[in-house]
């Protein structure tokens, strides 16, 4: 069970569409770089710069972007058990999480129930970054006939390096986290079923929460050892981080074109 930090925060999040850019800070948002609508291989020539620069592959049936998001291993001469580490692939299924109901401050008739998202717990990973990566996107009904689409919570904090923070853990000892979250500065974003997303090194972040009426299965890459804390670290809190997710949990940020991908982190 993870420990529980001392202090409680106390903020209300409005969450972002999820872009390279306004996630730079925290990892790598992996975005298509081609229109929905595009299904015939062009010219890498005919395109916009782009970093990475497409080069046809497949026989000219596709479009090759390398490298996008980086799969980085810091164990080596890092952790202090110096167990060597090898990389993972894994499946998460994950189901929709249960909002929270607010009532509506007036009773007029345009106004309706917002629900919430509460985090918890945060993790981060110290030694490697972490990509989620949705599948089985086609069996989720088409968003062209106005039908919904898979949408995934992400919230991430940055790293305090260097600091300490007071937390209890299950047994009502007093323990001391290395490195926690800074909580003056956590985000969230909405990230859409044609999106991964990699977090990076050190980064705080939530465990998935997937909104709507549908699981989404993720291929889950990094690096592990198999040493629980040097694999994985979690602190917890009360109430006090709280997603607003707007009327009945269906927030619908605007498109900002289709991006690429974000500085390695």
């Not at 992996?30 to 291989?41: E, G």
């Not at 490697?128 to 009904?141: C, E, G, K, W, Y």
């Amino acid at each position: 069970m993870a420990p529980t930090l001392s202090a409680n925060p106390t903020v209300t999040l409005t969450p972002e569409p999820l872009t390279p850019e306004n996630f730079a800070r925290f990892g790598t948002a992996v975005v298509s770089p081609l229109p929905r609508q595009l299904n015939i291989a062009p010219q890498p020539s005919s395109l916009p710069p782009r970093n990475p620069t497409p080069v046809l592959a497949n026989q000219n049936s596709a479009l090759k972007y390398s490298p996008i998001s980086p799969l980085l291993d810091r164990y080596t001469n890092a952790c202090p058990s110096g167990q060597p580490s090898e990389a993972r692939m894994t499946m998460f299924c994950c189901f929709p999480r249960k909002l929270r109901k607010l009532r509506a401050v007036s009773t007029g008739p345009q106004l309706s129930d917002t629900e919430v998202f509460d985090v918890r717990i945060l993790e981060r990973h110290p030694f490697t970054n972490q990509t989620f990566i949705p599948v089985d996107l086609s069996a989720h009904r088409k968003v062209g006939d106005g039908e919904e689409e898979p949408l995934f919570l992400v919230v991430v904090a940055p790293t305090l390096k260097g600091r300490t923070a007071t937390a209890m853990n299950e047994a009502g000892e007093t323990v001391t986290i290395r490195n926690p979250p800074d909580l003056d500065n956590v985000k969230a974003f909405i990230a859409r079923g044609g999106q991964a997303v990699t977090y990076g090194v050190g980064t705080w972040h939530a465990p998935m929460v997937v909104l709507g009426r549908r699981r989404v299965d993720f291929v889950v890459v990094q690096f592990v050892n198999g040493i629980g804390d040097e694999d994985c670290q979690e602190a917890a809190f009360g109430e006090g981080i709280v997603v607003d997710l707007g009327r009945k949990g269906q927030l619908s940020p605007a498109e900002k074109g289709a991006g690429l991908w974000s500085a390695k982190l």
